[in-house]
């Protein structure tokens, strides 16, 4: 089958890449010119585990192209994906000027029957704007169908080949079966296909979403309630994880949840709540307990100091909003650099795949390390942003050796406390006890 990614971005590469792997030729369209340019060469733009091997050789078996051409992109598609941003406006409800946008242009250089394929996160009633849009000047009869899209970056490849589940809006039976047909070969273990209202699948990407950052969320206010009362996190987890009805994921207290979907998408479903009239409590309270953790370790650093950063040289490990991304949008790390820069703390990061996109935000202002050893030089403590699996095990004592103070600030929760007790360590975490 013939198929056309819009959007070339995390999503739309994972998609394009996943779909040609199952025999399907896939286009992929992007309006960034030097992002196709470099596709076009053959040079993966996103780091995402397991990619970049399908990603050579669909190109190499002549399945997957890209160009910065909508109409050439779309010719012959008998489906088009709409990966587009979908970012928070002014007033924190998704900004559809994207989609919208790509939809207009779709309307006259549609040439047969297509199925158009919301995969951008949208809220409800975006595919009947979709549709009108297209409608506007369409000479072709088209359906719109709303799939949104669950794979997390860091294991996209995995979750996009191997879905739970795979959520599909249609009205129409024509393009039920085109989709039907098309997933086929992702959900052979027997995970379902679930077809549903387009109303409700576009629901349930939120739902998702801001149910997830509500249990992480939940647990570090647990956290932060152990701290004070003398508990230790990481003991309620395993005895609240283990049952059943709760399960073990997504329970692990931390500096907060960032990324490119999880802030967004609760924003914008609070805001959708409001625009129905619905004051959806909850999410609030998760929007602003989610802020302040992400900053929970400045007041003990600070403290350390003596309430003084200004001339401190800390050392950030991990910069990337969670281990096996380059992602850093929303990433707690660049919250709490721009905060330590403006206690006038100098920083020294190291991450082991995001540096490059940082330097994008914060140039010269911040010094990237060579690895994490080195950003530990002459610094005055270190902080742990992102639970990286080199950060897991480091060598102590040459950690010892370059910090000026035996002294760590863990926003993920890394070590035991009894090995940080018995090397010496100042060791502040989330939720759990200080070992002075
Ligand atoms: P992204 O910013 O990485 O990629 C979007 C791409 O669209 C960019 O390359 C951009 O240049 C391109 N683009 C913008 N306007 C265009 C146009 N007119 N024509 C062609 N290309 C255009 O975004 P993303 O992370 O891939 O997210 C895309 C959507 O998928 C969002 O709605 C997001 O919420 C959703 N989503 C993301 C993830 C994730 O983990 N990143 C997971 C599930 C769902």
Redo the contacts with the bound molecule.
Sequence with gaps: MKIAV???????LVTGTCFAETGNHVTC????EK?VQMLNNKQITIYEPGLEVLFERNIRQGRLEFTTD?KEGIKGAKIIFL????PPGEDGSADLK?VL??AEDLGPILEEYTVIVD????PVGTADKVHAAIAANAKVDFDVVSNP?????GVAVDDFMKPDRVVIGAESDKAKKVMEKLYGPFVRQGNPIIFMDVKSAELTKYAANSFLATKITFMNEIANLCELLGADVDMVRKGVGTDTRIGKRFLFAGIGYGG??FP??VQALAKSANQADYDFKILNSVMEVNQAQKERLIDPLKAYFNNDLSGKTIAIWGLAFKPYTDDIREAPALENISKLLSLGAKVKAYDPEAMENVKGVFGDKIYFAEDEYDALKDADALMIMTEWPVFRTPEFDKVEARLKNKVIFDGRNLYELGQMEELGFTYHSIGRKIIN
Excluded: Q
């Design positions: 819009v959007g070339t971005g995390y999503v739309g369209v992007d309006i960034d992002k909508l990966a587009l941003p979908t994207y946008k790509v995969k951008s996160t949208v899209e669950f794979l997390r970056e490119s979907c967004k998408d």
